[in-house]
C-alpha cells in the first residue's frame, strides 16, 4: 500500500487482519455465539461473527481473561497457561525501511519487543525482540502504513 503524507498524518491505513483466537482459545467446537465474551472485554477488541475474533485494530490485549472467565462453554485452557502463540512481525511497508523517522510502534509496546537501532544512513530501524513479544497487539493500531503484524508462532 502507498500512503499519501496526508494519509499518513490524518492516522488512514489498511484494514488490519482479523481472525485471531481469543486468548486460551482451544480452538474446538462449542461456541454458541452467545457474545458474553464481547461484552466482558474492557478494551472492546473481541467481534463476534459466527465465531469470536479479536480487532486488534480497536485496541491491544490486556489478557485479563474476562473472556474466557464468562464463557459458559468449556472452550478456553487454563488461565496459567500461555495465552496464545502470536508475535509480532514488520514488513517492508515500515516507513523507516523508507528513511522515515517513525517509533509508532515502539512508543505503544511496554514489553519492549521493538527497538529502534540508528544505521550508516542515520535512520533508526527496528528491531524485534521476541522473547519480550506477549502478541498483545498494541503495535499494530499505531502503525501509518500496517507494517506491523502478528504471526503465529
Do not use: Y
Not at 24 to 42: E, I, S, T
Not at 103 to 115: F, H, M, P, V, Y
Not at 117 to 136: D, M, W
Request: hydrophobic share 35%; net charge neutral; charged share 15%.
Amino acid at each position: 500500500m502507498t500512503l499519501s503524507r496526508r494519509g499518513f498524518l490524518t492516522g488512514q491505513r489498511q484494514n488490519m487482519p482479523d481472525g485471531f483466537p481469543l486468548p486460551w482459545w482451544l480452538h474446538q467446537p462449542g461456541c454458541d455465539g452467545c457474545g458474553r465474551c464481547v461484552n466482558a472485554c474492557d478494551t472492546q477488541i473481541i467481534v463476534l461473527q459466527t465465531l469470536p475474533f479479536i480487532d486488534f485494530s480497536h485496541g491491544e490485549c490486556t489478557f485479563c481473561a474476562a473472556c474466557a472467565d464468562i464463557c459458559p462453554q468449556p472452550l478456553f485452557a487454563p488461565r496459567d497457561t500461555q495465552p496464545w502463540r502470536l508475535s509480532i512481525k514488520i514488513d517492508d511497508r515500515c516507513v523507516a525501511f523508507q528513511g522515515v523517522n517513525c517509533r509508532s510502534c515502539q512508543e505503544s509496546c511496554e514489553q519492549q519487543a521493538i527497538t529502534f537501532h540508528f544505521n550508516r544512513l542515520g535512520v533508526a530501524q527496528p528491531k524485534i525482540h521476541p522473547e519480550n513479544c506477549t502478541g498483545c497487539g498494541a503495535c499494530l493500531a499505531p502503525c501509518p502504513v500496517s507494517a506491523t503484524g502478528l504471526q503465529h508462532g
